[in-house]
């Protein structure tokens, strides 16, 4: 079975086709990084707009990676929440028309799932049950997952996603936006120890998270220095990625101690992290655990994710819809219930 993968929830434009044996034949992505950097952050009608002029031409670069032509898709699997509500509707309303057009079927998928089953595109992929983080510049959360939409959240941030703090940090250290890979790469020049961050409910007795505290000792801290410092700068960068990295990481090898299970998935943009990443390594070597990461070039939103978790929707109940609605607010924990 082929399956087209269509994501447009936020500020990537995301394409991919996906087969149920040869597996991943093409995929396409346009970011939308460069025209958003300009105001600091996602503009929603911009992204919306940018959608509509990228997601035809992405699905001829995909037809032609594949070899394929649109007659044959055998299903259509597009991102219908959470995210922006206009950049969702231009997804869903090609993905529906395409449907409609060449009579298949069309499977509505949320976008954390789609995150949530990247790792699936890996090899070796991992096996029911795990436990998963999803860490991503809108999303952080704990899950227990005992299989397809079998998900139950163990824990989540309380304020801001660690996403959300790697930016601010940046744009407080003027390092610009998306600020996730400037902090990681001015964090390498930092020196250990000389700027240290607090490390937000790294000891509470539950599984949530809480970033905007560490957010605003990096404003202090930003604040005591000469701006035209660049060393200083880098320790103030090294001290917040090593403040955020023990709290996730902790988190998570909590999380698999209060499931007593052996097996880690992470997913989403910060999952690409190479500090957050080493120490989650060294953590399940350490502790005999499984860890699983989706390949690199798909931790940040794609159509891959999307046509993977499609099928998998497909396998499972051949669910599909006749005619379409966004969701811009939907949790992860009634995904199972696709409409």
């Given amino acids: 079975m082929l399956i087209l993968g269509i994501e447009t929830s936020c500020d990537e434009t995301g394409l991919a086709l996906f087969d149920s044996e040869a597996g991943l034949l093409s995929h396409a992505l346009h970011s939308q990084v460069d025209m958003h950097r300009a105001y600091g952050g996602v503009v929603p009608e911009l992204a919306s707009r ?37 950049a969702l509707l231009v997804g869903a309303s090609i993905g529906y028309a395409l449907g409609w057009a060449l009579n298949r079927p069309v499977v509505g998928v949320h976008h954390l799932e789609g995150h949530l089953l990247s790792p699936l595109l890996a090899d070796p992929a991992p096996a029911f049950p795990f436990v998963a983080l999803l860490v991503s510049g809108g999303h952080t959360q704990l899950m227990r997952v005992d299989g397809l939409g079998d998900y139950a959240l163990l ?6 996603a660690a996403g959300e703090a790697f930016d601010k940090t940046a ?28 490390r937000p409910l790294l000891h509470s007795k539950d599984l949530n998270f809480s970033f905007s505290g560490l957010k605003t000792a990096v404003l202090t801290a930003v604040r005591r220095i000469d701006n035209t410092c660049e060393q200083a700068k880098a320790d103030i960068a090294l001290g917040f990625v090593q403040a955020l990295v023990d709290v996730v990481a902790a988190k998570s090898f909590a999380a698999l101690a209060s499931t007593g299970l052996r ?3 992470v ?11 080493e120490r989650l390594t060294d953590m399940a070597r350490r502790h005999d655990v499984e860890l699983f990461f989706p390949p690199m070039a798909l931790c940040t939103d794609n159509g891959a994710m999307i046509a993977r978790a499609g099928l998998a929707r497909i396998e499972k109940s051949a669910a599909a819809t006749s005619s379409f ?5 939907w949790s992860l924990t009634d995904a199972g219930r696709t409409e």
């Fill in 50 to 86: 940018d959608h509509i002029r990228r997601v035809l031409p992405l699905l001829d670069e995909c037809l032609r990676q594949a070899d394929r032509t649109k007659g044959d898709i055998d299903a259509i699997a597009v991102t219908v929440g959470p995210g922006l509500a206009g």
């Fill in 267 to 277: 997913a989403g943009g910060v999952g690409a992290n190479r500090q957050l990443r």
């Fill in 155 to 160: 824990g989540e941030t309380l304020d801001d």
């Fill in 325 to 329: 609605a966004v969701r811009p607010r």
């Fill in 171 to 198: 744009q407080l250290l003027g390092l610009g936006y998306p600020g996730g890979p400037a902090v990681s790469r001015l964090a390498d020049f930092g020196t250990a120890g000389a700027v240290t961050l607090p």
């Fill in 263 to 265: 097996r880690l998935v």
